[in-house]
């Protein structure tokens, strides 16, 4: 059984991957003539969140106790983690190991990437904001649906931000590249690679141009792909919970969080190794900002309408991992953030040490995951 729930892990992974680009064609279609910090701070943000959003609605109306809402805060914060630490690392060794694409189609290494340290200031501090709102609410005992309203208005305060900096010639539009069309396959390839790539335009719409209405389509279709696979997902973090006999937020926090973390990891890896390193790496801590406020504060704010309040006192067994989770991740955020604040240029150094800091957040996760499967086993 163990088996079968780390296979649909992978399997959702994957399927989560590619619906995600189809996803994210069919937003980048319709936001074309938005401007670039606002297609950013929405459309871009919901692809790249949405599995975290949809696997948080899963656990925490389907799964409607104190460990369900563990599992959603656990899910965000994880992926919140992974987003930070592991996708910057990653976009690191891509350049230095394999090379920027250049012009003429070769690949130049470069010994370290570049990034605006405003940024990273502007993207930080409003991460490490809504942390610090998560953490405040956390410390209550009982969760209302105004917390989590109140989570999606300093998501508003952020959007508002990247509209002044827009305006005011702060953030700029990038270069417009020419669409290069895709050689077409032969009619029966064609089918299996959209088939087996998830690619519901070249599988519904196969030849023809792309238009709102089939990008709308190809919308829905990615859509309700992604929310099988989450579904799955959540099924198998459930069973591996109760197999290894730990709580559900020692699986999610770890094998979720990766899980509904690859698209972002595919997005910014493609950016680094385009030379979008600004890009890439602000994707990573701004899709971070989507996650707490809106793919935590949304299901939060529906369900404490719906049903009410989530109780978080100790009398309902399971709060204790929920709140030992906010400090661990201010921490680990604080340190990330002197990280990339330590020198505008990222290295292989630098690359080593965010995976040391993940290494030390996994080990801390794995330990307390056993101590806690040893006090419920006792």
């Not at 309203?149 to 827009?166: E, S």
């Not at 100790?314 to 906010?326: K, M, N, T, Y």
Request: with cysteine; proline share 4%.
């Amino acid at each position: 059984m163990l088996t079968t729930a780390l296979l649909m892990v992978v399997l959702a992974s994957v399927i989560i991957m590619f619906a995600c680009e189809s996803f994210d064609d069919a937003t980048n279609h319709l936001g074309r003539a938005m401007p670039p910090g606002v297609k950013g701070a929405t459309l871009n943000a919901v692809a790249s969140s949405l599995p975290e959003l949809l696997t948080t609605f899963i656990l925490l109306f389907f799964y409607r106790d104190v460990d369900g809402f563990s599992g959603g805060i656990a899910t965000v914060a994880g992926s919140a983690v992974f987003n930070a630490i592991i996708i910057p690392c990653l976009c690191i060794l891509a350049v230095t190991v394999w090379g920027v694409r250049q012009a003429d189609g070769s690949r130049k290494r470069v010994p370290f990437i570049q990034v605006q340290r405003a940024t990273i200031l502007r993207d930080g501090l409003f991460f490490i904001a809504a942390e610090v709102l998560l953490i405040v609410f956390l410390s209550d005992s009982k969760m209302a649906w105004w917390m989590g309203a109140a989570m999606m208005a300093l998501y508003v305060v952020y959007f508002g931000v990247l509209m002044r900096q827009y305006r005011a010639g702060r953030i700029t539009p990038p270069e417009a590249h020419g669409h290069e069309p895709e050689d077409e396959d032969d009619a029966p390839v064609g089918i299996v690679r959209a088939v087996l790539t998830l690619n519901f335009h070249a599988l519904f719409f196969r030849g023809l141009p792309v238009t709102d209405r089939r990008a709308w389509a190809t919308l829905a279709a990615s859509t309700g792909v992604i929310s099988l696979a989450c579904w799955g997902l959540s099924w198998a973090v459930v069973e591996i919970a109760a197999l290894l006999g730990v709580p559900l937020y020692f699986t999610t926090v770890i094998i979720a969080a990766a899980a509904t973390s690859v698209p972002d990891t595919v997005i910014s890896v493609k950016g680094a190794l385009a030379g979008e390193y600004d890009d890439a790496i602000a994707n990573a801590l701004g899709s971070n900002i989507f996650d707490i406020c809106v793919a935590l504060g949304l299901p939060l704010m529906l369900y404490g309408l719906t049903f009410g309040t989530v109780d978080l006192s100790p009398d309902a067994g399971g709060s204790a991992d929920v709140q030992e989770l906010r400090l661990v991740l201010l921490l680990v955020s604080g340190v990330l953030l002197g990280i990339f604040l330590w020198g505008e240029r990222i290295g292989k150094k630098k690359a080593w040490l965010l995976l040391s800091l993940y290494g030390v957040w996994t080990g801390y996760v794995v330990i307390r995951g056993f101590q806690r499967h040893w006090e419920i086993a006792g």
